[in-house]
């Protein structure tokens, strides 16, 4: 914007702050409770639209993309490198197609169920794990001790039907497994409900197909598996396919044993068969699911899948399950069937079978999506946030929702809690001062607020506003702590106390009801104002009465989000934007230069 243009805007709005200059107001009160906190009846000041300015499509100079360079391919090889297979299985190539028995016919029911093999584990029975603190995953009682914080989950088939979705995942669920196909028949009349149900409600899901290798080819198989909706695309909720290779259930009728009577090598080669071709397809190498006796005694102890393939290890009611085929670690432990202890006598927390992964809900998220995670991984829906909660002075950013947090920490690190629950309005401040900020939530005019990020205890609770105003944060005072206040229709109400129904200290109006509220240090002088966002437009001042504008300048377009923070830890507040899940972020208002990406 040119010099003049900008000085003629900002007479303008002087003449406008003196035209009220005498009018004098009483703040009203932001009310606890109901609609009795109205705007006060002043003058507006409204920020006054800016001379046309051609829109750009990034926050930097006109025609210079700031694009982050795209995740690279996770390698992730397992912590020790397996021993050479006894057996000498895994060298053979040859790919073995059993014949087909007569008798085999596609079962008129649900099929195969998945877990036979998980009822004989050789581990001792697992106590009962203990809650979870908010910090954590939520935990069932019924899940193994050493889980707990691991991210839960089920299988289901078309003998569960249709599944409630909302309350598995409000019990605790975070991803499930859906058969797709048995053998060379597609097989869940329910498959749609289950597959879809469980994304619907934001669990990540995949497919699972149950081998019957004595009635054709692994590649056959694997593409029954795709056409039957088991393949994988790379939207991040998708899950690898999975293959159910486990002890025969239908040795009554097909007169063979319990390894289909095929030998070790013709079973490696089976399954080598179906994973190339799920692979060929997908570009993911599927999640193979087996125990540790089938897997000895049928694949006799192969390692041929031990580099490539996540296992998926079925141990009932074990302390921990043992790793065959030299694979060094479990990827999903499938714990208990449809009950939570070994008579059968409870149900189990989830329908199916029972499942908790193997990491953190960064790595069951990386598992999904094929890539290595990115550092904040901002989810559709989140609303962003920024704050100095790493204590160096310095802002970093993150996001919230349905009660769980992910805050960007120091060393391209992140840490993901939760506190609160579905609906609430996040918030982030200093509120004791000790130069690092906390979080709080605002829930229908009632702040609960923490200061420590460890216990999460709730240590301050306030009444301030209604449900929906927005909420703001900031040092209205430059007393080095953060205090409330809330942005109702280009109105401004701010206090700088904690007691538990403060009084409102400044009023102000600034901006308009559509305009999405701002809050920084802009100058560096330690007292946070005011701003608002508008269609790719900053409008900021440096004052909390009768502000007027004292910044104006374009960043970014209208669809991206707005945040601020001081990204460097100079002391002033700047601004950055939002947009497909990407932070570009300025340390200066006036070069307005991309100074950093983060994602």
């Keep these: 914007m040119k010099t003049n243009t900008l000085a003629a805007l900002l007479a303008s709005l002087a003449l406008a702050s003196t035209a009220v200059s005498g009018i004098g107001v009483t703040p009203a009160i932001a ?15 409204l920020p006054t639209e800016p001379p046309a300015v051609t829109p750009t499509q990034i926050p930097a100079t006109p025609g210079v993309e700031v694009v982050p360079s795209a995740p690279n391919s996770p390698t992730n090889p397992p912590a020790t490198e397996p021993q050479n297979d006894v057996s000498g299985l895994d060298q053979v190539t040859a790919a073995a197609t059993p014949t087909a028995p007569d008798a085999a016919q ?10 036979q093999a998980g009822q004989v584990a050789p ?35 078309g003998w569960q039907k249709n599944v409630d979705w909302t309350t598995v995942k409000n019990s605790g669920a975070r991803f499930a497994y859906i058969k797709t196909s048995e053998g060379p028949w597609t097989l869940n009349d329910y498959f749609a ?23 054709s080819s692994g590649s056959s198989q694997a593409k029954v598996m795709l056409e039957s909706g088991g393949g994988w695309s790379g939207d991040g909720k998708t899950l690898p396919p999975a293959l159910d290779i486990e002890d025969n259930p239908y040795v009554s009728t097909d007169k063979t044993n319990k390894c289909y009577g095929m030998t070790p090598a013709a079973l490696v080669n089976w399954v080598k068969d179906f994973t190339s071709t799920i692979k060929a397809s997908t570009g993911r190498d599927p999640v193979i699911y087996s125990s540790y006796y089938f897997w000895q005694e049928c694949f006799g102890s192969s390692n041929a899948f031990a580099n490539s393939n996540p296992l998926w290890i079925a141990a009932y009611y074990a302390s921990s399950p043992w790793m065959p085929g030299q694979w060094p670690k479990y990827t999903i432990w499938q714990y208990a069937n449809g009950y939570a202890d070994q008579a059968q006598t409870r149900l189990a927390t989830f329908p199916g079978d029972q499942n908790v992964f193997n990491g953190t809900m ?22 962003v946030i920024s704050g100095k909660w790493a204590g160096d002075g310095k802002t970093y950013v993150g996001w919230f929702k349905d009660s769980q947090w992910c805050l960007e920490m120091p060393s391209n690190t992140r840490r993901c809690f939760y506190f609160g629950a579905a609906g609430d309005k996040p918030v982030v401040g200093d509120w004791d001062g000790d130069g690092t900020a906390t ?22 609770v306030q009444y301030f506003g209604v449900g929906t105003d927005t909420p703001i944060t900031g040092d209205w005072n430059g007393d080095r702590k953060a205090t409330i206040g809330i942005f109702r229709n280009g109105s401004w109400q701010v206090t700088n106390s904690q007691a538990r129904g403060p009084k409102v200290d400044v009023s102000a109006y600034f901006g308009v009801g559509t305009d999405t509220p701002v809050v920084g240090d802009w100058n560096g002088d330690k007292w946070d104002t005011f701003g608002v966002w508008r269609n790719g437009i900053f409008w900021l001042t440096d004052s909390q009465l009768r502000p007027p504008v004292n910044y104006v300048f374009r960043f970014g377009v209208g669809t991206d989000r707005p945040t601020t923070g001081d990204w460097n830890g100079d002391g002033k507040t700047s601004v950055g934007i939002v947009r497909d899940g990407t932070w570009q972020l300025t340390n200066d208002l006036k070069k307005l230069s991309v100074d950093s990406v983060r994602f």
């Design 123 to 157: 581990q001792s029975s697992a106590k009962m794990a203990q809650p979870l603190s908010a910090s954590s995953e939520p935990a069932v009682g019924e899940q193994p001790a050493g889980t707990e914080g691991k991210p839960l989950g089920l299988d289901v088939s």
């Design 193 to 215: 409900q289950q597959y879809n149900g469980a994304a619907n409600v934001g669990l990540l899901r995949g497919g699972y197909h149950f081998a019957r290798p004595n009635l």
């Design 362 to 383: 960064d790595d069951l998220r990386e598992l999904a999506s094929g890539t290595k995670k990115p550092v904040i991984g901002l989810i559709p829906g989140a609303t």
């Design 31 to 45: 009310a606890p409770v109901g609609d009795s906190a109205s705007p006060v009846a002043e003058a507006t000041i």
């Design 439 to 460: 979080i709080g939530i605002v829930r229908s005019g009632v702040w609960q607020l923490t200061n420590n990020l460890s216990s999460l205890s709730v240590d301050l």
């Design 106 to 115: 596609r079962p008129s029911d649900g099929g195969a169920v998945m877990g």
